[in-house]
Nanobody, 124 residues
Framework: QVQLVESGGGLVQTGGSLTPSCAAS????????MGWFRQALGKEREFVAG????????TYADSVKGRFTFSKDNVKNTVYLQMNSLKPEDTAVYYC?????????????????WGQGTQVTVSS
């Protein structure tokens, strides 16, 4: 069992930066593939970034590639999503998710545990 708590969202102007984080409780954090998803108002939840537990390889949605960086700290049981050059279309609730021994980090239905979400708002 894993509990996930996101923090670090907020309001920022276009071009600004934010670094939401997600702290995980429970054991064996190292064995969890982690993902970030987001859901804008009136839209479906979409994949943003994921990191494979075994290879450490990160995968990004095309819309954020080159602007967002996903990192995982297995000592602090925390993942971070560094978001730079933010755009109004990045406005959404951002969720982190965990999938033990997961091998397909881009697939939402693979994840077993979800955080409550943190709001990111980018003003134009």
């Amino acid at each position: 069992q894993v509990q996930l708590v996101e923090s670090g969202g907020g309001l920022v102007q276009t071009g600004g930066s934010l670094t939401p984080s997600c702290a995980a409780s429970g054991r064996s954090f190292r064995t969890y593939t982690m993902g970030w998803f987001r859901q804008a108002l009136g839209k479906e939840r979409e994949f943003v970034a994921g990191i494979n537990w075994s290879t450490g390889i990160t995968t990004y949605a095309d819309s954020v590639k080159g602007r967002f960086t996903f990192s995982k700290d297995n000592v602090k049981n925390t993942v971070y999503l560094q978001m730079n050059s933010l755009k109004p279309e990045d406005t959404a609730v951002y969720y982190c998710a965990a999938d033990r021994f997961g091998s397909r980090p881009t697939l939402e239905n693979e994840y077993d545990y979800w955080g409550q979400g943190t709001q990111v708002t980018v003003s134009s």
